[in-house]
């Protein structure tokens, strides 16, 4: 179970929504926490990109359509 806070019902359609927002290109839309908007100065609709740490390293691009205030994410009875 996730835990947001401030999220608004049009951010939260926007995540779910984006294989249609994005349609024709590699972004996906995404929920990030607080604090790495915070340090890294991300606001709404910046996209981050980066590469994974893989053998074969993949290009990632991610637009932020909702900042979590809620820093703990629930699984089963763990937070993270």
Known sequence: MFNFQDISTSEM???KNS???N???QIVNAIIPY???R???IK???IISFKTKT????DVQ???VGINRAETIKLGSDNI
């Open 13 to 15: 359609e926007r995540f």
């Open 19 to 21: 294989s249609q927002e």
């Open 23 to 25: 349609q024709g290109t």
């Open 35 to 37: 604090n790495m908007a």
């Open 39 to 41: 340090n890294q100065n």
């Open 44 to 46: 709404i609709n910046d």
């Open 55 to 58: 053998l074969n390293p993949i």
């Open 62 to 64: 991610l637009r932020v």
